[in-house]
């Protein structure tokens, strides 16, 4: 499938996946990967299932299962094997026909609903009942119509007592329990038992090691590999194609016991089986974390990088195979957040407006872009609404539903200390300068997936909602800004003082600070540090960006009558470039871009006054001239 | 548009993936499985075509259809073939019997054989006149047409409906005429029926029940009538009868046989009931003994008339019955009490099947004072004794030359049917050629009805059991064959039978073509 044609910025995934799913995949060796897409609340983990389980809908010969392990997150493992059994059953796949699970269903049998006893003979006698239980029920109706058959025939009444008594003697019989359970007790007297015909007492061993809880996994262990050899038997014909499960949320406790089982069992033996899960926090996966490291964690000996959608390939997963057997049976994709591009794709496939307006306002992060669309409508978003009125639907949905959905999970007692945390620019300085509030939120943050690469970073839209509810309290804004631009002169890191102290809305020591950078950097180095500071958030005014830039222009106080030296000239321009691009940066305190003008003129200006680096500045002058307002 | 990339159906939809596998059109996965239906159609359709389980009711002699006619057949079917291949004329004549038949049935295996070569032998001798290879010049030629009627004739549905295509003007076979048809039984009745309603002209062998009749229907048997007169004919002679008066009555006596589908025993006994005088001096009561041999206990009913005739002690008794009957109710009267007197008995002919010398053990004993005559279809003793009663040409094909009956084939000609049969194909040929012309050399079924028509006393058809000539008079019924000669036959205890006398409804049959009047 050619790259982003119905899935942007996800497509490696689905070209993986339909290496996965044929067989025998081209340089296959046979085996398979459980793929297991990471991403935070938001990143299209279930987008990326669904679509995928819709490539298999309207397949021939693919049979596939889509669960969700959050829906009901009391389930046991045990449970939701049945569960994956069944939903594979229940179908009469088209090109491939039914599946069935013999082994699954004399497990299920012989442990569900029933506690044996602890003594043997009683024990097999109760399962034998057990059963032959689904059948015998079946003997009624049978006996009710040989005898209307045979009376019809005017068989002699002795005669149809004899044939209905031989039909409910051979539905009572062990042999026939034995007969009809032939092949999978003769798998789980193989398999487990000392002998073919030790299956039942391995059933009865079975039922026991189930209602034991230090024993459940075993039994849980034993299940799955029954469902795995009641597949393969489906795939002993020729066939073209895997099984396909979907796992999403696969993070809960019967998805990582699920897979966690399935990577043992395979690292004796190949299956049909193709997962692909998906979890939203860093899954519990036996092996996992000692061989792959996440984008913003530090390269370690012996840990490949998790890749991201685009470095995904069959090809590449035999490559980068690490660790013990068990750890290879993972290939691990971090669903980062889109690009423009891939969200411009997106939204063309969508046929949705204005994604510039909505990538610069959440990110890429792909729930958030769009919700932000639906909630503001094409309408909404195009000219008609007023900056105003523009800026209530994000703000307001920033603030309610963004939050509510990307935190529901957090525990609440690190919500306060993670709303303080946002206001700095990276997690370290946060750490150190406002402290962990007790807890271990870093781990936290790095369990759910909200960092990005850097230094590690709070992923830039959950900072962006965090410091709304920050900006709420204006006082502790003031506070929790202040506290950090101490700390970061406390330890020399410059910008990021001129960084929190913007953010504190004083413009004079930032000026100050930019106009003595000017003076000794190189133009690149400058516009590097003027930008990094000039991100400094800001808390929202409510007015329109050029009436906050004419304010913030005016509190610099009245010029001089005389003409000024190029100091004075350069520092009111400064001072004007630093309002306009510190209001510009809020994607919220500037919707429409109306400040990029202002901030070409600056910097013509600024290469006006500049001895060297004119030239660069007027490029970067021609940038935001140039810049397409949404 | 690549895959997948269709346009989503509204905003914020994504488009429906595109399939990894994309589903076959269900024709196209049905391909082979359409393919198998096409083929077995197709058997199916060739296979009801053929229908190799059908019976084979109508052949040219190439479908073997019983093991005593295979010899037979095989001459038909060489001589069928070599009148096709002459280039001239011809004509096909069907002979319609109960051939699949068994030795219980009262059509035996042996009567089939008998109607089959006495057909080939007119086949032969009017295909070549002069007894050798080559054809004569009558036209046309004939083709004969084996046709079975199943067991007891019962099967004659699907024969008449090929005989009635056969029969159609622009089929190939070119069938213009049936000859035999069987005893005279219901099924034979039905089956002169539909041939009858498919317009195809027939001429009965050795149907000899006064009733049975249908358009087209002609027959070169007497009737039971004509039997009943002829054998009265022949009783008048005696001295009994001459001397009998109203106190010393020659008194008779009938045995009837009730057997529903039986025409001829039935018409039998009303023959003899109608012709008997009844005139004071010969008496035949209203009282007469009943049986049916179709159903369970006839012996018995039969033995039991016994007492009944030793009480009456009849000079004569009718028995209107089937051979099988007859042997039973001659066995009996051989044990009679009162074999002090010397009875008649007197039947149609349908005794002709006793006379078998082959059979074990004799009909009747020693001192059972007995006399049996019946009347029989033909008899070749008819030849010696009776010059004039046949024609010579004909009589000279039953004999030792090549290519005659009695070199062809072993089988006696005692009982008469290949005889009868020889005599209704001939017959059937002489009305094929009667309706022939230059201009029309192959007539069709249709016309054979006036061929039959144009065979009257000045052009009889030279028949080996008599002159054959059909004549409207004294109330005879159409197609049946004017004072045909009724040889009177004495059975004799061993199974033997001679002919006493050659009688006829009249008492003196035809002696050849008569002048015009």
């Given amino acids: 499938m050619p790259e982003g044609a119905t899935l942007p910025g996800r497509s490696g995934i689905d070209a993986l996946f339909t290496d996965c799913i044929r067989r025998p995949a081209e340089g296959s060796t046979g085996d398979l990967p459980v793929i297991v897409l990471l991403g935070m609340r938001g990143s299209g983990k279930t987008w990326v299932l669904e679509y995928l389980k819709g490539r298999c809908e309207g397949s021939d010969a693919i049979p596939y299962v ?187 406790s019967a998805g990582t016991g699920f897979l966690n089982l399935l990577a043992e069992l395979r690292s004796r033996d190949s299956d049909p089986l193709v997962v692909m899960a998906a979890s939203r926090t860093r899954p519990d996966l036996i092996g996992l ?82 919700r932000v669309h639906k909630l503001g409508a094409s309408g909404a978003l195009a000219n008609t609404l007023s900056e105003t009125e523009l800026l209530n639907i994000p703000a307001k949905f920033a603030r309610q539903e963004a939050a509510e959905y990307l935190l529901a999970d957090l525990p609440t007692t690190f919500r306060p200390t993670l709303v303080q945390w946002s206001a700095a620019r990276d997690i370290g300085v946060a750490a150190a300068a406002l402290g962990d509030g007790g807890g271990d939120l870093q781990s936290e943050l790095e369990k759910r997936l909200w960092l990005v690469p850097g230094d590690p970073r709070l992923h830039p839209w959950l900072r962006r909602i965090l410091l709304r509810e920050l ?42 600070h930019l106009v003595k950078q000017l003076g000794w950097m190189d133009a690149d180095s ?105 | 548009m690549t895959e997948g990339q269709a346009v989503s159906p509204e905003p914020d939809k994504l488009p429906q993936p595109g399939p990894i596998n994309p589903r076959r059109p269900w024709y196209r996965k049905l391909g082979w499985q359409i393919i198998i239906v096409m083929v077995v159609t197709i058997l199916t359709a060739a296979v009801l075509s053929w229908s190799p389980w059908s019976t084979v009711r109508v052949t040219d002699g190439s479908d073997p259809l019983a093991d005593n006619l295979r010899e037979v057949q095989g001459l038909i079917l060489d001589e069928n073939k070599r009148v096709i291949s002459s280039g001239r004329p011809w004509v096909s004549i069907a002979v319609m019997l109960p051939i699949r038949t068994t030795d219980e049935a009262r059509n035996k295996p042996e009567d089939a054989l008998r109607h089959i070569q006495g057909a080939y032998l007119a086949q032969y001798w009017s ?55 069987g005893l005279s039984t219901d099924a034979t009745q039905q089956a002169v029926n539909a041939l009858a309603n498919k317009g195809i002209s027939m001429v009965g062998s050795v149907i000899t029940a006064t009733g049975l009749a249908a358009t087209g229907l002609f027959r070169v048997a007497p009737t039971n009538s004509d039997e009943a007169a002829a ?16 106190t010393t009555p020659y008194e008779a006596y009938l045995v009837q046989d009730r057997a529903g589908d039986d025409t001829y025993v039935q018409d039998l006994g009303n023959q003899y009931r109608r012709i008997f005088p009844n005139d004071g001096a010969h008496i035949l009561p209203q009282a007469q003994g009943d049986y049916n041999s ?90 010696q004794n009776h010059s004039t009663a046949v024609s010579r040409d004909t009589v000279h094909r039953f004999g030792q030359c090549t290519d005659c009956f009695s070199v062809l084939f072993s089988e006696p000609l005692d009982e008469g049917d290949a005889i009868m049969s020889h005599d209704a194909v001939l017959t059937a ?89």
């Fill in chain 1, 66 to 252: 889509f669960a969700d392990c959050a829906a009901q997150p009391d389930n046991s493992v045990w449970q939701l094997s049945c569960e994956l059994a069944d939903a594979l059953h229940a179908e009469r796949w088209p090109g491939f026909g039914r599946l069935n699970f013999p082994r699954v269903t004399l497990a299920r049998l012989a442990v569900e609903h029933l506690k044996l006893d602890e003594n043997l003979a009683p024990a097999q006698e109760a399962l034998r009942k057990k059963l032959r239980a689904p059948f015998v029920q079946h003997v009624d109706p049978v006996v009710g119509l040989v005898t209307n058959l045979l009376s019809a025939l005017s068989i002699p009444q002795w005669m149809i007592s004899a044939v209905v008594w031989s039909i409910r003697f051979i539905a009572g019989s062990n042999r026939t329990v034995e007969r009809l359970y032939r092949r999978g007790l003769k798998w789980y007297g193989v398999k487990f038992g000392r002998s073919a015909n030790s299956g039942l007492s391995f059933l009865v061993e079975l039922n026991r090691r189930y209602h034991r809880d230090d024993q459940r996994k075993l039994a849980e262990s034993v299940l799955l590999e029954a469902f795995i050899d009641d597949l393969k038997d489906a795939f002993t014909r020729r066939r073209d194609f895997n099984c396909a499960i979907f796992l999403d949320n696969c993070d809960d």
């Fill in chain 1, 289 to 370: 974390d000692s061989s792959w490291s996440l984008p913003w964690e530090p390269d370690q000996p012996g840990k490949l990088r998790v890749p991201n959608p685009n470095k995904t390939s069959y090809t590449s997963r035999h490559d980068d195979r690490v660790g013990t057997s068990l750890a290879s049976s993972w290939y691990p994709v971090h669903l980062r957040d889109l690009t423009g591009d891939e969200l411009r794709q997106d939204y063309k496939l969508r046929r949705l407006y204005h994604p510039d307006f909505v990538y610069r306002f959440a990110a890429g992060h792909p729930w958030s872009a769009h």
């Fill in chain 1, 471 to 512: 900006a709420e309290d204006a006082e502790r804004w003031s506070q929790v800004h202040r506290r950090l631009c101490d700390y970061a002169a406390q330890q020399g890191r410059l910008i990021d003082a001129a960084y929190h102290e913007l953010a504190c809305g004083e413009l004079p020591p930032v000026v100050d």
């Fill in chain 1, 526 to 630: 400058w516009i590097q540090e003027f930008d990094a500071v000039t991100d400094a958030p800001s808390r929202a005014s409510g007015e329109t960006p050029v009436k906050r830039h004419e304010r913030l222009v005016f509190e610099r106080g009245p010029l001089d009558d005389g003409p000024l030296d190029q100091n004075a000239r350069v520092r009111n321009i400064l001072w004007s470039l630093v309002a306009a691009r510190w209001i510009w940066s809020d994607q919220l305190g500037d919707p429409k871009v109306s400040l990029k003008d202002t901030i070409a003129d600056g910097y013509a200006r600024l290469a006006d006054e500049s001895r060297a680096g004119s030239a660069r500045y007027r490029r970067e002058a021609r940038v935001y001239r140039e810049m397409r307002p949404w």
């Fill in chain 2, 127 to 181: 295909n070549h006149p002069n007894g050798d290879d080559k054809f004569g010049d009558n036209a046309p030629l004939i083709r004969i047409l084996i046709a079975d009627t199943g067991y007891e004739g019962l099967e004659w549905r699907d024969t008449v409906a090929q005989l009635g295509e056969m029969a159609k003007p622009d089929n190939n076979e070119r069938l213009v005429a049936v000859a035999g048809l």
């Fill in chain 2, 231 to 246: 054998m009265v004919n022949y009783l008048e002679d005696t001295q009994e009868w001459k001397s009998a008066s109203a």
């Fill in chain 2, 294 to 383: 179709q159903k369970e206990g006839a012996g018995n009913a039969i033995a039991a008339q016994i007492a009944t005739i030793c009480s009456f002690r009849p000079r004569v008794v009718f028995f209107a019955g089937r051979s099988d009957g007859l042997r039973t109710f001659l066995r009996a009267l051989s044990a009679r009490y009162c074999s002090d007197t010397r009875i008649t008995v007197v039947t149609g002919d349908g005794a002709n099947n006793l006379n078998d010398p082959t059979e074990t053990g004799p009909l009747w004993v020693d001192g059972a004072n007995l006399d049996v005559f019946y009347t029989a279809l033909a008899s070749p003793e008819t030849w």
């Fill in chain 2, 429 to 517: 040929i002489t009305a094929a050629r009667n309706v022939a012309s230059q201009q029309n050399p192959q007539p069709t079924a249709d016309a054979i009805i006036n061929g039959l028509y144009q065979i009257n006393a000045t052009n009889p058809v030279p028949g080996a059991s008599g002159w054959l000539y059909f004549q409207r008079e004294g109330g005879i019924p159409d197609g049946v064959p004017y004072n045909k000669a009724v040889p009177i036959m004495q059975l004799h205890s061993n199974g033997t039978a001679s002919q006493e006398d050659l009688s006829s409804r009249s008492g003196t049959p035809p002696a050849g073509p008569e002048p015009p009047r």
